[in-house]
């Protein structure tokens, strides 16, 4: 079992930035980053795997970095340009095999932390 702790989430304006945390238990091979906007499907933003592979969704290319710190088992979302669209409850996932956007796939799930991003 793999527990997933996210933290760093707010309310900026348009334009800001903010970083994004989520603390890992244990190992695996692929973490990642969802959002989930009121009234909205949840979707994948981007993948990082244990070998350094990132993929990200379009909406978000250009403007977030994932990143991770495998000392710490630390994962990292660092979102810059923030648009009013990007508000929504961020969650990181874990999973020993999956790296994709596909959402059933994925083993472990953190509880989320809201981005609010006014205009």
């Known amino acids: 079992q793999v527990q997933l702790v996210e933290s760093g989430g707010g309310s900026v304006q348009s334009g800001g930035s903010l970083r994004l945390s989520c603390v890992a238990s244990?190992?695996?091979?692929?973490m990642g980053w969802f959002r989930q906007a009121p009234g909205k499907q949840r979707e994948g933003v981007a993948t990082?795997?244990?070998?350094?592979?990132?993929t990200y969704a379009d909406s978000v290319k250009g403007r977030f970095t994932i990143s991770q710190d495998n000392a710490k088992n630390t994962l990292y979302l660092q979102m810059n340009s923030l648009k009013p669209e990007d508000t929504a409850m961020y969650y990181c996932a874990a999973d020993r095999s999956y790296c994709g956007f596909l959402l059933n796939p994925w083993d472990y799930w953190g509880q989320g932390t809201q981005v609010t991003v006014s205009s």
């Open positions: 244990g190992y695996t091979y692929c």
């Open positions: 990082i795997e244990i070998n350094g592979r990132t």
